[in-house]
């Protein structure tokens, strides 16, 4: 039997944080101790333990949103470089989203993304299916034969990288009432796009400038996209996670809408808790993301949204692109940013600014984002769970480097942030070590339950 003590770390659940013990025995939580309940774990002969010197350990985080880029688009990331990133920045699970080439719409192409990451993710992986108007009837075969392939249904309410746009009425209604999985959404209204676009393409041509970009990807595009999804949800009693919020708006629309449907959840991530629309003039396309960053009035609702539970878990929303690309012409260039290394330094720096306590962070990070796709033995420390967890300073400060990016740049290159890692753990093995990869971490496919044997 392989085993580990840890003793005298900051132990961070979102229930309690205290100091204490946490005992590893093949490759899971066998015990933990809180020492101010008079709870211990004595050193047992021959186990190796490590003193952690009140270093904080966290459950690893669960990133349920990420673009890896793979299959099709691998010039830009691939599973490799972003698992690697992920775990660097003390993710140890992640779940992939569909907009590849091929998308993952099917069994099959579901089954190849896992034949791929099993060679090559260094995280522990798992992936969304993605929603079109003609294979519903694949998903709900999949529902009911295999559920625990896959974490959720995927659905573009407005076109982003990969142009999964699904906007039929009649389709989203029978998407939004399958049970027992739940429904992702990006939400954008595709029309008031179109139309901002037009105007902004009309006056400016190519040339649109970036500062535009959140009066294009508009806070109404936004409004009104979401007030229609959780209006279906509401009508149809769906497990609706709406991903990157961005609008105040959309704040008071889910906190009213989870009064009516408790199965309504909601992201946001590090980006808008941290950059307004007042940074566009400085980093212009390294800021280009759909939905579009937008106020400072927004950035504070999201960021009371995040302290009163409206906000539910955070999201990388990692997507790569070339530098090169990033420097195309507004029309040309596209959207998205790489964050999946750079997310929990960013909250940890939020968190630090408004007083927001490490069990919050650890809840949205990694426990409700766990539960809400109910991935087995993840997101906890409890015993029993999977010794997935993150050890480090968190009130030590963070610098991110460009050249640690797998796509060679970051929006949040040279900002201060917070929290030194020293060391991430996977399956009970140390899988890094201030900064470096020791040895090849033990990543395994992750495994869903369906949603309505957890709630």
């Not at 392989?2 to 100091?19: H, I």
């Not at 673009?67 to 690697?84: C, M, N, V, W």
């Not at 389709?171 to 049970?179: H, R, T, V």
């Not at 937008?294 to 955070?314: C, F, M, N, V, W």
């Amino acid at each position: 039997m392989s085993r580990t003590l840890l003793k005298n770390a900051l132990l961070v659940t979102g229930a309690r944080t205290g100091e204490g013990s946490i005992l590893i025995e093949d490759g899971k939580i066998s015990s933990i101790a809180f020492y101010d309940s008079g709870e211990t774990i004595p050193d047992i002969p021959s186990v190796p333990s490590e003193d952690l010197g009140g270093l904080a350990v966290m459950p690893g985080a669960v990133d349920i949103h990420v673009h890896f880029r793979e299959p099709g688009l691998t010039h830009k990331g691939d599973i490799a470089s972003g698992s690697r990133a992920a775990l660097m920045g003390g993710v140890t699970s992640f779940v992939d989203m569909p907009n590849t080439i091929p998308p993952t719409t099917d069994g099959a192409a579901l089954e190849e993304k896992y034949r791929i990451a099993s060679a090559k993710s260094l995280a522990n992986y798992g992936f969304h299916i993605g929603a079109t108007s003609s294979n519903i009837m694949e998903i709900k075969r999949l529902c009911s034969q295999s559920p625990e392939s896959f974490g959720g249904i995927k659905v573009f309410l407005g076109s982003s990288t990969g142009n999964m746009l699904l906007n039929d009425c009649s389709a989203l209604d029978a998407l939004f009432s399958i049970k027992g999985k739940c429904i992702l959404i990006h939400s954008e209204d595709e029309n008031i796009i179109k139309y901002n676009m037009a105007k902004a393409v009309s006056a400016y041509g190519d040339a649109v400038p970036f500062t535009l970009h959140p009066l294009i990807r508009s806070r109404e595009a936004c409004i009104k996209s979401t007030a229609d999804a959780l209006e279906r949800a509401m009508r149809l009693g769906t497990r609706l996670h709406v991903l990157h919020v961005s609008t105040a708006e959309e704040v008071d629309l889910i906190r009213t809408a989870k009064g009516y449907n408790q199965g309504i959840t909601a992201e946001t991530t590090a980006g808008y808790l941290l950059f307004s629309d007042e940074d566009y003039p400085a980093l212009g396309p390294f800021l280009k993301c759909n939905p579009a960053i937008k106020s400072p009035r927004d950035r504070e609702a999201l960021r009371d949204a995040l302290r009163d539970g409206t906000i539910d878990t955070i999201g990388s929303d990692h997507a790569p692109h070339l530098k090169e690309e990033k420097l195309r012409p507004y029309t040309s260039c596209p959207s998205g940013v790489p964050s999946v290394g750079d997310s929990l330094h960013a909250l940890l720096a939020v968190a630090a600014q408004d007083g927001i306590p490490l069990g919050r962070i650890a809840e949205v990070m990694s426990e409700t984002p766990a539960r809400i796709l109910g991935i087995k033995g993840k997101g906890q420390l409890k015993e029993g769970f999977d010794a997935d967890f993150v050890v480090l300073d968190p009130d030590a400060v963070s610098v991110p480097d460009a050249s640690d990016s797998p796509c060679g740049w970051t929006p949040y290159e040279g900002m201060t942030l917070k929290g030194r890692i020293h060391s991430v753990w996977l399956a009970g093995e140390k899988a890094v070590s201030n900064g470096n990869i020791i040895s090849r971490p033990l990543a395994s496919r992750l495994s869903f339950i369906r949603s309505d044997q957890f709630q």
